[in-house]
Protein backbone atom coordinates (compact mmCIF):
# COMPACT_ATOMS: atom_id res chain seq x y z
CA UNK A 1 0.00 0.00 0.00
CA UNK A 2 1.74 3.75 -1.13
CA UNK A 3 0.36 6.84 0.43
CA UNK A 4 -0.67 9.68 -2.28
CA UNK A 5 -0.90 12.29 1.18
CA UNK A 6 1.78 10.36 3.64
CA UNK A 7 2.72 13.41 5.87
CA UNK A 8 -1.14 14.00 6.99
CA UNK A 9 -0.62 10.33 8.77
CA UNK A 10 1.27 12.36 11.35
CA UNK A 11 -2.75 13.30 12.72
CA UNK A 12 -2.84 9.26 13.93
CA UNK A 13 -0.38 10.76 16.95
CA UNK A 14 -3.24 13.61 18.26
CA UNK A 15 -5.56 10.15 17.96
CA UNK A 16 -3.06 8.03 20.44
CA UNK A 17 -2.96 10.61 22.37
CA UNK A 18 -6.90 10.88 22.94
CA UNK A 19 -6.09 7.22 23.51
CA UNK A 20 -3.50 7.76 26.20
CA UNK A 21 -6.19 10.45 27.78
CA UNK A 22 -9.11 8.03 27.74
CA UNK A 23 -7.50 5.60 29.29
CA UNK A 24 -5.85 8.27 31.59
CA UNK A 25 -9.05 9.48 32.63
CA UNK A 26 -10.48 5.94 32.89
CA UNK A 27 -7.60 4.90 35.40
CA UNK A 28 -8.40 8.09 37.85
CA UNK A 29 -11.99 7.47 37.48
CA UNK A 30 -10.82 3.89 39.13
CA UNK A 31 -9.33 5.58 42.07
CA UNK A 32 -12.06 7.65 42.98
CA UNK A 33 -14.76 4.61 43.13
CA UNK A 34 -12.14 3.18 45.38
CA UNK A 35 -12.48 5.57 47.97
CA UNK A 36 -16.26 4.86 47.99
CA UNK A 37 -15.74 2.89 50.85
CA UNK A 38 -19.26 1.73 51.44
CA UNK A 39 -19.91 -1.10 48.52
CA UNK A 40 -22.95 -1.82 49.86
CA UNK A 41 -24.02 1.84 49.64
CA UNK A 42 -22.60 1.60 46.46
CA UNK A 43 -24.41 -1.14 45.33
CA UNK A 44 -27.63 0.29 45.86
CA UNK A 45 -27.39 3.20 43.96
CA UNK A 46 -25.91 1.96 41.07
CA UNK A 47 -26.53 -1.65 40.96
CA UNK A 48 -26.08 -2.02 37.24
CA UNK A 49 -23.42 -0.77 36.12
CA UNK A 50 -22.17 -0.80 32.22
CA UNK A 51 -19.21 -2.02 33.26
CA UNK A 52 -17.41 -3.07 29.55
CA UNK A 53 -19.98 -1.37 27.76
CA UNK A 54 -19.30 1.77 29.01
CA UNK A 55 -15.86 1.78 26.64
CA UNK A 56 -17.35 0.52 23.46
CA UNK A 57 -18.45 3.77 22.03
CA UNK A 58 -15.45 5.31 22.67
CA UNK A 59 -13.26 2.57 21.07
CA UNK A 60 -15.35 3.06 18.04
CA UNK A 61 -15.24 6.57 18.31
CA UNK A 62 -11.31 6.16 18.35
CA UNK A 63 -11.19 3.47 15.94
CA UNK A 64 -12.98 5.68 13.72
CA UNK A 65 -11.34 8.44 13.61
CA UNK A 66 -8.06 6.67 13.06
CA UNK A 67 -9.79 5.34 10.17
CA UNK A 68 -10.89 8.89 8.71
CA UNK A 69 -6.88 10.11 9.31
CA UNK A 70 -5.85 6.75 7.05
CA UNK A 71 -8.36 7.71 4.41
CA UNK A 72 -7.45 11.45 4.87
CA UNK A 73 -4.11 9.99 3.51
CA UNK A 74 -5.26 8.65 0.69
CA UNK A 75 -3.94 5.58 0.18
CA UNK A 76 -3.33 3.98 -2.80
CA UNK A 77 -3.35 0.09 -4.13
CA UNK A 78 -3.08 -2.58 -7.24
CA UNK A 79 -6.44 -3.88 -8.14
CA UNK A 80 -7.07 -6.18 -10.48
CA UNK A 81 -10.15 -4.80 -12.95
CA UNK A 82 -11.73 -6.79 -16.09
CA UNK A 83 -10.46 -5.20 -19.24
CA UNK A 84 -13.08 -3.20 -21.31
CA UNK A 85 -14.28 -5.53 -24.24
CA UNK A 86 -12.59 -8.23 -22.55
CA UNK A 87 -12.95 -11.38 -24.91
CA UNK A 88 -12.48 -15.28 -24.03
CA UNK A 89 -12.64 -18.02 -26.60
CA UNK A 90 -13.53 -21.46 -25.02
CA UNK A 91 -12.28 -24.20 -27.83
CA UNK A 92 -13.14 -28.05 -26.79
CA UNK A 93 -11.78 -30.73 -28.22
CA UNK A 94 -15.03 -33.19 -29.68
CA UNK A 95 -13.01 -35.82 -32.14
CA UNK A 96 -13.30 -40.09 -30.92
CA UNK A 97 -11.04 -39.57 -28.65
CA UNK A 98 -12.78 -37.51 -25.63
CA UNK A 99 -14.85 -40.65 -25.14
CA UNK A 100 -12.50 -42.20 -23.11
CA UNK A 101 -13.93 -43.23 -20.11
CA UNK A 102 -10.81 -42.99 -17.67
CA UNK A 103 -12.66 -39.58 -16.44
CA UNK A 104 -16.15 -39.86 -15.36
CA UNK A 105 -18.71 -39.98 -17.39
CA UNK A 106 -15.95 -39.24 -20.27
CA UNK A 107 -13.61 -37.15 -21.07
CA UNK A 108 -15.98 -35.07 -23.23
CA UNK A 109 -18.43 -34.85 -20.22
CA UNK A 110 -16.30 -33.50 -17.44
CA UNK A 111 -14.96 -31.06 -19.84
CA UNK A 112 -18.56 -29.88 -20.53
CA UNK A 113 -19.20 -29.54 -16.69
CA UNK A 114 -16.12 -27.89 -16.44
CA UNK A 115 -16.83 -25.20 -19.01
CA UNK A 116 -19.86 -24.16 -17.47
CA UNK A 117 -18.39 -23.80 -14.42
CA UNK A 118 -15.87 -21.94 -15.58
CA UNK A 119 -18.01 -19.20 -17.80
CA UNK A 120 -20.37 -18.49 -14.87
CA UNK A 121 -17.47 -17.66 -13.15
CA UNK A 122 -16.38 -15.06 -15.65
CA UNK A 123 -17.64 -11.23 -14.78
CA UNK A 124 -20.84 -10.69 -16.33
CA UNK A 125 -19.23 -8.10 -18.90
CA UNK A 126 -16.61 -10.60 -20.38
CA UNK A 127 -17.43 -11.45 -24.01
CA UNK A 128 -17.13 -15.19 -23.92
CA UNK A 129 -17.13 -17.56 -27.06
CA UNK A 130 -16.61 -21.70 -27.82
CA UNK A 131 -15.30 -23.30 -30.32
CA UNK A 132 -15.23 -26.98 -31.22
CA UNK A 133 -12.43 -28.83 -32.52
CA UNK A 134 -11.98 -32.86 -34.08
CA UNK A 135 -10.23 -32.80 -37.68
CA UNK A 136 -11.67 -29.13 -38.12
CA UNK A 137 -12.42 -26.23 -36.01
CA UNK A 138 -16.22 -24.64 -36.11
CA UNK A 139 -17.31 -21.86 -33.89
CA UNK A 140 -20.06 -22.98 -32.11
CA UNK A 141 -20.86 -19.80 -30.27
CA UNK A 142 -19.31 -15.84 -31.12
CA UNK A 143 -18.08 -14.30 -28.54
CA UNK A 144 -20.93 -12.36 -26.58
CA UNK A 145 -22.16 -11.71 -22.94
CA UNK A 146 -25.00 -14.01 -23.15
CA UNK A 147 -24.38 -16.50 -21.12
CA UNK A 148 -27.30 -18.64 -21.96
CA UNK A 149 -26.53 -19.04 -25.27
CA UNK A 150 -23.44 -20.19 -24.21
CA UNK A 151 -24.37 -23.08 -21.59
CA UNK A 152 -26.64 -23.73 -24.98
CA UNK A 153 -23.77 -24.30 -26.89
CA UNK A 154 -21.39 -26.42 -24.64
CA UNK A 155 -25.38 -28.39 -23.86
CA UNK A 156 -24.72 -29.21 -27.51
CA UNK A 157 -21.01 -30.10 -27.83
CA UNK A 158 -20.52 -33.85 -29.03
CA UNK A 159 -17.94 -36.31 -30.36
CA UNK A 160 -17.98 -35.74 -34.16
CA UNK A 161 -19.78 -32.39 -34.76
CA UNK A 162 -17.01 -30.65 -36.62
CA UNK A 163 -18.01 -33.84 -39.25
CA UNK A 164 -13.92 -34.46 -39.84
CA UNK A 165 -12.20 -36.81 -37.38
CA UNK A 166 -8.77 -35.70 -36.18
CA UNK A 167 -7.23 -33.54 -34.04
CA UNK A 168 -7.01 -29.93 -35.52
CA UNK A 169 -5.26 -27.95 -32.63
CA UNK A 170 -3.52 -25.36 -35.31
CA UNK A 171 -7.12 -24.74 -37.03
CA UNK A 172 -8.68 -24.12 -33.16
CA UNK A 173 -6.55 -21.96 -32.62
CA UNK A 174 -6.76 -20.44 -35.75
CA UNK A 175 -10.71 -20.15 -35.70
CA UNK A 176 -10.72 -18.72 -32.08
CA UNK A 177 -8.96 -15.65 -33.44
CA UNK A 178 -11.45 -15.76 -36.89
CA UNK A 179 -14.24 -15.15 -33.84
CA UNK A 180 -11.91 -12.35 -32.26
CA UNK A 181 -11.23 -10.69 -35.01
CA UNK A 182 -14.93 -10.37 -35.47
CA UNK A 183 -16.79 -9.46 -31.70
CA UNK A 184 -17.78 -5.88 -33.17
CA UNK A 185 -17.04 -3.14 -35.70
CA UNK A 186 -13.96 -2.05 -34.14
CA UNK A 187 -12.09 -5.56 -33.58
CA UNK A 188 -10.57 -5.57 -37.27
CA UNK A 189 -8.48 -2.13 -36.39
CA UNK A 190 -8.47 -2.21 -32.45
CA UNK A 191 -8.58 -5.81 -31.40
CA UNK A 192 -10.05 -6.33 -27.73
CA UNK A 193 -7.94 -7.69 -24.85
CA UNK A 194 -8.86 -11.49 -25.43
CA UNK A 195 -7.49 -15.33 -24.40
CA UNK A 196 -7.89 -18.65 -25.89
CA UNK A 197 -8.58 -21.56 -23.33
CA UNK A 198 -7.75 -24.57 -25.61
CA UNK A 199 -8.87 -28.33 -23.86
CA UNK A 200 -7.66 -31.80 -25.57
CA UNK A 201 -6.48 -34.63 -25.35
CA UNK A 202 -4.20 -35.36 -28.26
CA UNK A 203 -1.30 -33.97 -30.06
CA UNK A 204 -2.29 -32.62 -33.77
CA UNK A 205 -3.41 -34.74 -36.44
CA UNK A 206 -4.80 -32.31 -39.22
CA UNK A 207 -5.33 -29.03 -40.56
CA UNK A 208 -2.92 -26.31 -39.59
CA UNK A 209 0.58 -26.66 -38.28
CA UNK A 210 -0.34 -25.55 -35.04
CA UNK A 211 2.97 -23.51 -34.07
CA UNK A 212 1.84 -21.52 -37.18
CA UNK A 213 -1.57 -20.90 -35.47
CA UNK A 214 0.57 -20.13 -32.57
CA UNK A 215 2.59 -17.37 -34.18
CA UNK A 216 -0.56 -15.58 -35.44
CA UNK A 217 -1.73 -15.85 -31.68
CA UNK A 218 1.27 -13.93 -30.80
CA UNK A 219 1.20 -11.42 -33.83
CA UNK A 220 -2.38 -10.06 -32.07
CA UNK A 221 -1.06 -10.33 -28.31
CA UNK A 222 -3.69 -13.03 -27.85
CA UNK A 223 -2.32 -15.98 -25.22
CA UNK A 224 -3.09 -19.20 -25.58
CA UNK A 225 -3.95 -21.47 -22.32
CA UNK A 226 -4.00 -25.07 -23.18
CA UNK A 227 -5.25 -27.80 -20.96
CA UNK A 228 -4.52 -31.42 -21.31
CA UNK A 229 -6.86 -33.52 -20.40
CA UNK A 230 -7.31 -37.40 -19.77
CA UNK A 231 -4.35 -40.53 -18.61
CA UNK A 232 -2.24 -42.61 -19.85
CA UNK A 233 -4.42 -45.49 -19.92
CA UNK A 234 -7.33 -43.79 -21.76
CA UNK A 235 -9.30 -46.30 -24.34
CA UNK A 236 -12.56 -45.64 -26.24
CA UNK A 237 -14.72 -48.76 -27.26
CA UNK A 238 -14.96 -49.58 -31.03
CA UNK A 239 -16.99 -52.77 -32.26
CA UNK A 240 -16.08 -53.99 -29.35
CA UNK A 241 -12.60 -53.40 -29.33
CA UNK A 242 -10.51 -51.34 -26.66
CA UNK A 243 -8.57 -48.70 -28.58
CA UNK A 244 -5.77 -46.75 -26.77
CA UNK A 245 -5.84 -43.18 -26.35
CA UNK A 246 -3.25 -41.82 -24.08
CA UNK A 247 -2.99 -38.71 -23.27
CA UNK A 248 -0.55 -36.43 -25.19
CA UNK A 249 0.20 -32.83 -24.20
CA UNK A 250 3.39 -32.31 -25.67
CA UNK A 251 2.48 -29.98 -28.43
CA UNK A 252 -0.09 -28.14 -26.10
CA UNK A 253 2.91 -27.42 -23.77
CA UNK A 254 4.79 -26.08 -27.09
CA UNK A 255 1.71 -23.99 -28.10
CA UNK A 256 1.21 -22.47 -24.32
CA UNK A 257 4.88 -21.22 -24.04
CA UNK A 258 5.05 -19.83 -27.49
CA UNK A 259 1.91 -17.71 -26.82
CA UNK A 260 2.70 -16.83 -23.54
CA UNK A 261 0.09 -18.92 -21.73
CA UNK A 262 0.18 -21.50 -19.20
CA UNK A 263 0.13 -24.99 -19.77
CA UNK A 264 -1.75 -27.31 -17.19
CA UNK A 265 -2.83 -31.00 -16.88
CA UNK A 266 -5.55 -32.51 -15.20
CA UNK A 267 -6.63 -36.24 -15.03
CA UNK A 268 -10.31 -36.05 -13.61
CA UNK A 269 -12.87 -33.62 -12.77
CA UNK A 270 -11.80 -31.81 -9.66
CA UNK A 271 -8.40 -31.26 -10.92
CA UNK A 272 -10.21 -29.67 -14.46
CA UNK A 273 -11.90 -27.75 -12.40
CA UNK A 274 -8.98 -26.55 -10.47
CA UNK A 275 -7.11 -25.55 -13.56
CA UNK A 276 -10.57 -23.61 -14.89
CA UNK A 277 -10.43 -21.92 -11.60
CA UNK A 278 -6.58 -21.13 -12.13
CA UNK A 279 -7.05 -19.55 -15.15
CA UNK A 280 -10.14 -17.81 -14.66
CA UNK A 281 -8.61 -15.66 -11.81
CA UNK A 282 -6.19 -14.07 -14.34
CA UNK A 283 -7.75 -13.95 -17.65
CA UNK A 284 -9.31 -10.77 -19.21
CA UNK A 285 -8.03 -8.58 -16.20
CA UNK A 286 -5.54 -5.70 -15.76
CA UNK A 287 -4.16 -4.69 -12.77
CA UNK A 288 -4.10 -0.96 -12.15
CA UNK A 289 -3.06 1.37 -8.89
CA UNK A 290 -6.19 2.93 -7.73
CA UNK A 291 -7.11 5.14 -4.34
CA UNK A 292 -8.39 2.93 -2.02
CA UNK A 293 -9.43 5.57 0.37
CA UNK A 294 -12.74 5.30 0.48
CA UNK A 295 -12.92 2.11 1.75
CA UNK A 296 -11.75 3.39 5.30
CA UNK A 297 -13.86 6.40 5.31
CA UNK A 298 -16.49 4.00 4.76
CA UNK A 299 -15.55 1.73 7.66
CA UNK A 300 -14.81 4.52 9.67
CA UNK A 301 -18.47 5.61 9.40
CA UNK A 302 -19.53 2.34 10.16
CA UNK A 303 -17.42 2.53 13.72
CA UNK A 304 -19.16 6.01 14.23
CA UNK A 305 -22.52 5.05 13.69
CA UNK A 306 -21.48 1.93 15.95
CA UNK A 307 -20.28 4.11 18.91
CA UNK A 308 -23.88 6.25 18.59
CA UNK A 309 -25.69 3.44 18.71
CA UNK A 310 -23.94 2.01 21.80
CA UNK A 311 -24.05 5.04 23.42
CA UNK A 312 -27.90 5.85 22.61
CA UNK A 313 -28.87 2.21 23.84
CA UNK A 314 -26.38 2.19 27.05
CA UNK A 315 -26.41 5.94 28.19
CA UNK A 316 -29.31 8.19 26.07
CA UNK A 317 -27.09 10.34 24.86
CA UNK A 318 -24.84 10.63 21.87
CA UNK A 319 -20.57 10.12 22.84
Known amino acids: ?8 LWLLLGVAALVFGYLRMQRRRSRYAVRFTNLRLLDRVAPDRPAWRRHVPAGLFLAMLALLVVGFARPT ?27 EPDRLGAAKDAA ?12 VGLVAFAGSAAVVVPPSTDREALHEGIDRLAEGMTGVQGTAIGEAIS ?7 SLDGKAAKQPPPARIILLSDGANTSGMDPMEAASSAVGVKVPVHTISFGTPTGSVDRGGRAIQVPVDGQTL ?9 GFHEAT ?12 GSSVGYRTERQDISARFIGLGLVFAMGAAAGSMRWFSRLP
Open 1 to 8: MNWQSPAR
Open 77 to 103: AEVRVPRERATVMVAVDVSTSMLATDV
Open 116 to 127: RRFVDGLPDEFN
Open 175 to 181: TSLGAVR
Open 253 to 261: RAVAEETGG
Open 268 to 279: NRQELRAVYDDI
